[in-house]
């Protein structure tokens, strides 16, 4: 397939990159500086600027663009660019499908949204039915997965990946933990009772690769592994595998502290279960938190 992605120097889409085109794909990347190779090309989403060949060109559309969650301390401004880093490449991408010819339109667009939709479930489990919670980052999954309906309402597939969080030791949820793990500090994050919705690195990128081929899949996807666990066995866990204690918890109020507005979301119970994938048969590699949390630290 020839398929034309942004977000492509993150977490996920610099993997997701190597994996596409190790399976033979053509991936031309959309960056917003000036190309420095051949399959690069530039645009400014926050302008709404895109040559509409490109997308004319494409099989299908992934986007994964938008200012990491969990990099920078939350303030105002910070808030501003995770929902504007979101929506306006979004945007960008949807309307520019929706404006050409239908017989020049992708087949699909797979567009990044989180489980951050859902916000805070209890012990309550969700699936892809379950309505839009309360919180930022609920407000801003609204408004995220609700720019992609230009595409959708011009017939094109789309798919709303919502991503829990993927495991591996070089970002995400995991390697801000690994140092004071190792160094025996470790320990759960407030009560410990709020849901972690996990999956592992090559599950992700599997997911990512089954829903650009299945043309029957459509619409929001949890991106998950099937078993969730609390913040408390998560961390249980960690410690096991790197045989190390886990005794040293922080509390809520240390992380308000170093966290800002951030904190209120580490400490939010989300228990998703992937209804949509296990209907669509996709199979796991990593089913459980141990094999997960094994292939992240030595793959």
């Not at 379950?130 to 595409?151: N, Q, Y």
């Not at 390697?175 to 972690?196: A, D, E, I, T, Y």
């Not at 990128?205 to 650009?212: C, I, P, Q, R, Y």
């Amino acid at each position: 397939m020839r398929i034309l992605m942004a977000g492509v120097s993150g977490f996920l889409g610099t993997r997701l990159v190597d994996r596409l085109t190790g399976d033979g794909h053509q991936v031309t990347r959309l960056v917003r500086r000036a190309p420095r190779t051949p399959d690069e090309r530039q645009w400014n989403p926050s302008a709404a600027q895109l040559d509409p060949q490109l997308v004319a060109d494409a099989d299908a559309v992934v986007n994964l663009a938008g200012a990491g969650v969990g990099d920078k301390r939350w303030n105002d401004d910070y808030k501003k660019l995770i929902r504007t880093s979101r929506v306006d490449s979004t945007t960008t991408l949807a309307i520019t499908i929706a404006g050409l010819p239908a017989s020049d339109r992708p087949a699909a667009l797979l567009n990044s949204s989180a489980v951050g939709w859902y916000g805070n479930t209890g012990d309550r489990t969700v699936e892809e039915d379950s309505p839009a919670g309360e919180g930022f980052l609920a407000d801003v999954c609204r408004v995220w997965e609700a720019a992609t309906r230009p595409a959708e309402d011009a017939g094109v597939r789309v798919v709303r990946l919502r991503t829990g969080l993927p495991l591996h030791r070089d970002g995400g949820l995991l390697k801000p933990q690994l140092l004071p793990f190792r160094l025996g500090v470790g320990g759960k994050l407030g009560s410990g009772r709020q849901w972690l919705p996990w999956i592992s690195m090559r599950d992700w990128l599997d997911a990512a690769a089954f829903l650009l081929a299945r043309d029957d899949v459509a619409g929001p996807v949890n991106v998950v592994g099937p078993a969730p666990v609390t913040n408390a066995e998560f961390t249980r866990e960690l410690a096991r595998q790197l045989h190390r204690p886990a005794i040293m918890p922080i509390p809520a109020l240390a992380l308000k502290v170093a966290l800002g507005g951030f904190a209120h979301e580490a400490l939010t119970s989300t228990r998703v279960l992937p209804g949509v994938l296990g209907k669509a048969g996709f199979g796991w590699t990593h089913p459980d938190l141990p094999g997960a949390l094994h292939a992240a630290l030595t793959e």
